[in-house]
């Protein structure tokens, strides 16, 4: 079946430290996206990629960066920039790359500060 | 600016109960709308959308109705069950200017048995 796999599930950062959260999809859709979730907020864009080496910041890009260096990838950093890390992380797919309409959702990385 | 408001969960309902969960939005143009729902540990899945005033999208027994005149996009099931425990969430896509798509804050359900 195809889909989008996030790993991993759980993650857990030091201080000063960057970490990468991964994302897959086999689904052969062109456009990708990373939201982050908070308690009692919807979900926020960080970034989007309609396709390969190209990707374009959303409204909450700073402290982050990406790469789309395969269709099926689009891992996501979170760096040492980012001084409020502790969220639940989701990586979206959709066929279309004209528009940034999410389809399918991963089931999620939640990342905590030790 | 561009938004999506929805009523405060949590919402606790008994099994059969009818449901209604509140969304309005703010937006230029005509927006495409959409309800997403997440069950626990999940992510999101797109549940029903409406592309044009009137539109009734409708799933798994869910329903809801595209009101321009109201601003309205209010999510509706005749008969829960304990399954439908699941945070819904409402979002908007802009269909202008790079076609962004806005989500609102989620609403928790609970279904009792």
């Known amino acids: 079946d195809g889909g989008i796999t996030q790993s991993p599930k759980y993650l857990f950062r030091k201080e000063g430290q960057n970490v990468t959260l991964s994302c897959e999809q086999n689904l052969n859709h062109d456009a990708m996206y990373w939201y982050r979730q908070d308690p009692g907020q919807g979900l926020r864009l960080i970034y989007y990629?309609?396709?390969?080496?190209?990707?374009q910041k959303g409204d909450i890009a700073e402290g982050y960066s990406v790469s789309r260096e395969k269709k099926e990838s689009f891992p996501l950093t979170v760096t040492s920039a980012q001084k409020n890390p502790t969220a639940f992380y989701l990586c979206?797919?959709?066929?279309?790359?004209?528009?940034?309409?999410?389809?399918?959702f991963g089931d999620g990385t939640r990342l905590s500060i030790l | 600016g561009d938004s999506v408001t929805q009523m405060e969960g949590p919402v606790t309902l008994s099994e059969e109960a009818f449901l209604t969960i509140n969304c309005t939005y703010t937006?230029?143009?005509?927006?495409?709308l959409f309800w997403y729902v997440q069950y626990p540990g999940e992510g999101l899945q797109l549940l029903l959308k409406?592309?044009?005033?009137?539109d009734k999208g409708s799933n798994k027994g869910f329903e809801a109705t595209y009101r321009k005149e109201t601003t309205s996009f209010h999510l509706e099931k005749g008969s829960v069950q304990v399954s439908d425990s699941a945070v819904y969430f409402c979002?908007?896509?802009?269909?202008?200017?790079?076609?962004?798509?806005?989500f609102g804050a989620g609403t928790r359900l609970f279904v009792k048995a």
């Open positions: 409406a592309t044009k005033a009137d």
């Open positions: 937006a230029t143009g005509y927006p495409s």
């Open positions: 979206a797919s959709s066929i279309d790359r004209g528009s940034t309409q999410p389809q399918h």
């Open positions: 990629s309609q396709i390969v080496n190209d990707f």
């Open positions: 979002a908007l896509r802009l269909n202008t200017g790079g076609f962004k798509t806005i």
